[in-house]
């Protein structure tokens, strides 16, 4: 690390121009992000061509900050409407939407903007410090360690499984299956098609996430509507930040969530979805709120919103410090570098120290900006759900419509999310978490792929996967153990 | 009344299962694999045994539990024909295009969950969809349904 490249980049990440387009781009992030179905990669491909004319430096920028923007905008929806504005916000629902329940909508997106932003900035701060060592290591992440890191992910059923552990695994499950629908990862051959051609691309992940949340959560209020005195839909009043006493009290389960979100951010593929679970579920375990969390309990929050936001600068390291593009976001980012004439992999630090550390600057910018952004969001998103119920459950539906219909542009996905709306009415009829389901979705393709990988590259040697041939591995599988089992040993300490 | 409805739940997920299950052992699937010892069905047959098991344990906790009678009585014809209308929305969507479905579907929706003031519902069953045609198709440039039977739209 050299301070005069630094120096360098501050001074070049403050000029008016990249300001500018950081605001910019933390806007537009944050606006796309919160509306269903849209997600990051649509929120910086929409913004790339406005890049095209632009300086490296800002252009990077403003990508990174609509990145950052959109991972935070997907929180509000999620507390608002429980429909999460990404995948990523997924296991914000939890605890965001309960809470916002209990009319502190403005509390629960001013504790998810307070864990953004300590996620988003400490990222950074470790991006800055250790990209190179962190990529090095990085690398070191195979199919059987991803595994393991994936099964570690999966644990998070339990602990928001209330009531029947049954019913959560089944849900998981059935997610687990509803992702492995379409082409196999590894031969060319295509599974439970039925011979429907549009199935043949699996089925779509954002227009599944919208139906069984948001339009399950549109059905259930359409039920409850002139029964106990109409559907009771939140009401927002902006933004309100947590006291100090109460953010010193989380402050150590927002560094732990974002050094989770920055770890599984390195990794490439995994995600910030599956940071975001992976980071409740060990704050379901640790915290000393965990019976409130799934309740409205502000830790849920802090511990998705941290991580899912430590995964931007996670992300950036294989990236930057390799050129391996971890998911679809920083494949745009690198797309973006090598149209500006930058060749990312192992030389582009050593090449373009200054536009690194300048790119590294803009996030830091970006994560500053939140709290600004995020308050007229929440006071624009306060006003819309002033709105009578009938009209905005209308709304609310035409927008996942669009969402959805936009990802691919195919009619077909609308019929899944229709299909995904009403299992997941079901499902809540039935008590059983749609967030389990989800689960499934999101880590299932990865866990297919890890473990057929592994299988490959051990000889089909399963029992491979937890020697000491793969010390990580094993760490993660104990790790995995210690969590399904700590619960149940210090219950049953207590109640001897 | 609730666990017995549990039961059926994890009879109807137990034979959606089997059914599943049954068709990983179809031949299509033998043929693709291409000298790799856990071929394209490997996985989801694991997925399987492991939905089938826990529906069998779904039947299990319902028949257990006591039974308990429902306290919350739910809307449905509301939910039927929202529902409908959602189905019907989408069949015409590729023909009428996205702007005249979703007023048509704007309209319709808000009066079957019960806002019954002409006024407002005329102006933002209009405005609504119009306005959000516009900023998608216009502003963001994200192609919406286009209609088959008007131009433009």
Redesign the interface.
């Known amino acids: 690390m050299d301070i005069a490249l630094i120096n360098q980049a501050v001074i070049a990440s403050i000029q008016w121009q990249n300001v500018v387009a950081v605001l910019i781009g933390v806007t537009w992030g944050v606006v796309v992000g919160a509306l269903p179905g849209l997600g990051s990669v649509l929120a910086i491909t929409m913004l790339l061509p406005f890049t095209f004319g632009m300086e490296q430096i800002p252009a990077v920028s403003m990508l990174l900050a609509t990145y950052a923007g959109s991972v935070y905008g997907g929180s509000l929806s999620a507390i608002m409407i429980n429909t999460p504005g990404t995948p990523q916000s997924a296991a914000t629902c939890l605890d965001g939407y309960p809470m916002a329940q209990q009319g502190n909508a403005d509390l629960a997106l001013g504790w998810a903007t307070v864990a953004s932003v300590i996620g988003g900035l400490l990222s950074c701060c470790i991006l800055i410090l250790a990209a190179p060592q962190l990529a090095a290591f990085a690398v070191r992440f195979g199919p059987v360690e991803t595994f393991a890191l994936i099964i570690l992910g999966l644990t998070c059923v339990a602990s928001i499984s209330q009531g029947s552990i049954i019913k959560g695994l089944l849900a998981a499950v059935i997610g687990l299956f509803m992702a492995s629908v379409g082409p196999d990862p590894i031969v060319p051959s295509y599974r439970f098609t039925f011979g429907i051609f549009e199935l043949s691309g699996g089925l779509n992940l954002i227009a599944l996430v919208v139906g069984v949340f948001a339009l399950s959560e549109v059905f259930s209020r359409i039920c409850q509507v002139n029964k106990k005195g109409g559907g009771g839909i939140i009401t927002g009043k902006g933004l309100r930040y947590p006291k100090f006493a109460e953010i010193r009290k989380r402050i150590w389960l927002a560094i732990k969530s974002a050094l989770i979100g920055s770890g599984i951010g390195i990794l490439p593929g995994t995600g910030a979805a599956t940071a975001a679970f992976i980071s409740y579920a060990d704050a379901k375990r640790s915290s000393l709120r965990r019976d409130e969390m799934g309740h409205g309990e502000p830790d849920g929050i802090v511990a998705a919103e941290a991580a899912n936001n430590a995964v931007t600068g996670g992300a950036l390291v294989p990236s930057l410090a390799l050129g391996i593009p971890g998911d679809a976001v920083t494949a745009v980012m690198l797309a973006t570098l090598t149209i500006k004439g930058i060749t990312p992999g192992v030389r582009l630090m050593v090449e373009n120290p200054v536009t690194v550390y300048a790119a590294f600057m803009a996030l830091i910018l970006s994560n500053l900006l939140l709290p600004l952004t995020g308050w007229c969001s929440a006071k624009g998103f306060s006003r819309l759900l002033k709105t009578p119920e009938p009209l905005l459950l209308t709304a609310v539906t035409l927008f996942c419509f669009i969402g959805t219909y936009t990802v691919n542009g195919l009619i077909f996905d609308l019929w899944i999310m229709f299909f995904a709306g009403i299992l997941g009415f079901i499902m809540r009829l039935f008590q059983i978490p749609v967030a389990a389901l989800v689960i499934g979705l999101v880590l299932g393709p990865q866990l297919e792929l890890s473990l057929r990988q592994g299988l490959i590259v051990t000889n089909n040697d399963f029992a491979s996967f937890f020697s000491l041939d793969h010390p990580i591995a094993l760490f993660l599988f104990l790790l995995t153990l210690v969590m399904l089992f700590l619960p149940l040993i210090k219950s049953y300490h207590k109640h001897k | 009344m609730k666990h017995q409805?549990?039961v059926i739940?994890g009879l109807l997920?137990l034979c959606i299962g089997c059914g599943?299950l049954a068709?990983t052992y179809d031949s299509q699937?033998l043929n693709?694999?291409?000298d790799?010892?856990?071929?394209?069905?490997?996985?989801?047959t694991l997925?399987?045994v492991?939905?089938i098991l826990?529906?069998l344990?779904?039947i299990v906790?319902g028949l257990l539990k006591s039974p308990v009678t429902s306290q919350?009585?739910?809307?449905?014809p509301?939910?039927v024909m929202?529902?409908l209308l959602?189905?019907f929305?989408?069949i015409i969507?590729?023909y009428a295009g996205?702007l005249i479905s979703?007023i048509f579907?704007?309209l319709l929706?808000?009066l079957i969950?019960?806002?019954r003031k002409p006024i407002?519902l005329i102006a933002?069953g209009i405005l609504?969809?119009l306005i959000?045609w516009y900023v998608?198709e216009h502003l963001?440039?994200?192609?919406?349904?286009h209609s088959v039977w008007f131009t433009g739209i």
């Not at chain 2, 919350?72 to 449905?76: Q, T």
């Open positions: 409805k549990q739940l997920l599943l068709h699937y693709d694999q291409i790799v010892q856990f071929g394209p069905m490997f996985y989801p997925i399987l492991m939905w826990l529906s344990g779904m906790e919350n009585k739910l809307n449905m509301m939910l929202f529902s959602a189905v929305f989408i969507l590729d996205f979703s579907f704007f929706s808000s969950i019960g806002w407002s933002t609504f969809p959000t998608f963001m440039h994200l192609p919406l349904v």
